[in-house]
């Protein structure tokens, strides 16, 4: 494919997706699309005919624990659906111009807003609905992915407490019944969609402030598009936040047009009532070899006994008699030794930790997993949960993380991360990376280790010697120093062609690495330097000088080991 067919957006056409702007009387029809993509032959009638069918504007659900403001202020003429169907932008009577805030998975920007838990309480969050529309999608969503992040504090100084920025959490997505519509001229062309997230991963959230901040992804090119909160007669509605992808960094979202912040409308949902709950997330595993201290390690070995402590959440009321324990039956190969704990009461936003033992029988297979069942019960209530627990240490650690989507034409692009327990001091290091993506001349590829220090290992095959880089695809390969540069290389079969590198010497030279610990994390980032192609981080792998150990070993010996594939070591 040529570049023109590559460019997408004109030059400056991330300061427009910052905000949309909408029309005002003196606007030219190119000044009101500056926000859009260039109307389509056709989509007029297709909205007609969309429009014909009403449909109930969207309610809150019956869990609902924090709405953030009104989607609706009033009602769009020859619009579909029920009275109070319309999201107005008051450009007539408060001077405001824009529709909605650009916050698309493809332009890297996203949005936040802030909720608090108050004092006292605990919020198990398990889910989310945010609202977003792409012009003249019809009552169909077009809508395709929700990315979602909750923060401790301010985006950007806060820590993240539950989410990311590339996985898609949204499990349904429709047509909310509502319009973003302008009070001076309104229309039918915007209808909003409603998108649930599954957060039910999230930790209980004590009481305090915090940010959700999130991205949505759709099919068409218009956005998508975050309505704001709509008050009648204000034009100041909260204090959401939008980050801007090329200077990254956070701020106000504010109206273009009267310069006031806005807020976004979201619901959260949670237990509906007094509930219990095992923060599995924040358990702990001690283990131990009292006949070899030295394999007290942090990874679980056949023979060792195991201490566990884990928190048990109170929230939305209070419990007494409270009691953990360790469910039956048993996982085979797995004996408790200490099975329950008396809590006691537990007040509505009040945590206690239950603490167990457990021992691994010297016969369990190495390399494999078990599922350590829980209950609380209490005079009020129950609750279940577990804890999966791997026997053994894999010899080269893995990623947790993958595969996982990379952004296209985002400069950010996305991390994945290996975590590495045994502490060896590196004299080389090699890294085999495998990703599947058209136009890998998009790429770049960067390491860094736990000491900070950042190796790029591609960088844009093909640039500068071609505008666009190499147009073969997906990458299989291992980098090492001493291989051949591999920039140059590309297959003249072009975009119907794998990348044909499987050995290549590195951007920077790996050994920027050597003296360094392997103790940690170590972080592969990959980023998408154009538009159009996208694809994905499937795998991979850090292969170090000296070789990692695997660690499965008998506490206290005596009994053969078997690993998992069934062979001896």
Known sequence: MSKLSRLGHPPGAALVAACVTAAIASATVHAQQLDEAP???????????????????WQPPANAIYDNG?????????????????????????????????????????????????????????????????????????????????????????TVVCGDTTTNRMDATAASGVFRTLESGPDCTRPVMVQHVDLSACPPLGSGTYWIDWQ????????????????????????????????????????????????????????????????????????SCAANPAQDNGVVEPGETVDIAVPVHATGGNFTNVVASLALPAPGSVVYVVSSANLGTLNAGQSATAHFQIRVEKSFTCL????????????????????????????????????????????????????????????????????????????????????????????????????????????????????????????????????????????????????QSTLGNWVLTISDHANIDTGTLVDWELIPTPAFEGGCEVCGGLADLIFEDGFEP
């Open 39 to 57: 109307w389509r032959p056709g989509a007029k009638a297709q909205l007609t005919a969309d429009a014909a069918a009403p449909r109930a504007i």
């Open 70 to 158: 009104p989607l609706t202020s009033g009602t769009a003429p020859g619009c579909s659906g029920d009275a109070g169907n319309a999201s107005i932008l008051q450009d007539a009577a408060l001077a405001m111009s824009t529709f909605g805030a650009g916050h698309a998975v493809s332009s890297g920007f996203r949005v936040a807003d802030d909720f608090v838990v108050p004092g006292g309480q605990t919020w198990n969050v398990t889910g989310a609905n945010f609202f977003a529309y792409q012009t003249g999608s019809g009552a169909t969503s077009t809508i395709n992915a929700v990315n979602v992040r909750i923060w401790n504090g301010v985006p950007g100084t806060g």
């Open 216 to 287: 949505t992804g759709g099919s068409l090119a218009s956005g998508p598009w975050a309505p704001p909160i709509v008050i009648a007669g204000q034009a100041t509605t909260g204090n959401a936040m939008q980050f801007e992808p090329t200077a990254a960094t956070w701020g106000p979202l504010l109206d273009t047009g009267s310069g006031t912040t806005q807020g976004l409308p979201f619901v959260l949902e949670g237990p509906s009532g007094p509930a219990l709950a095992f923060d599995t997330a924040a358990a702990m595993l001690t283990d």
């Open 368 to 515: 494999s997993d078990f599922t350590l069942p829980l209950a609380v019960t209490s005079n009020e209530g129950s609750a279940t949960g577990s804890i999966d627990v791997t026997v053994g240490a894999p010899a080269s650690p893995a990623p947790a993380d993958v595969p996982v989507a990379i952004p296209d034409n985002n400069p950010t692009g996305i991390s994945s991360t290996i975590a590495v327990t045994q502490n060896l001091t590196l004299t080389d290091l090699q890294v085999r990376v495998r990703a599947t993506h058209t136009w890998v001349g998009d790429l770049i590829v960067q390491l860094t280790s736990p000491a900070g220090t950042t190796v790029t290992l591609l960088d844009r095959p093909g640039v500068p010697a071609t505008t666009n880089g190499c147009n073969n695809n997906d990458l299989d390969l291992t980098f090492a120093d001493g291989q051949s540069d591999p920039e140059a290389v590309c297959d003249t079969a072009g975009t119907g062609a794998a990348w044909p590198v499987t050995d290549a010497g590195p951007t920077q030279p790996l050994s920027a690495f050597d003296g």
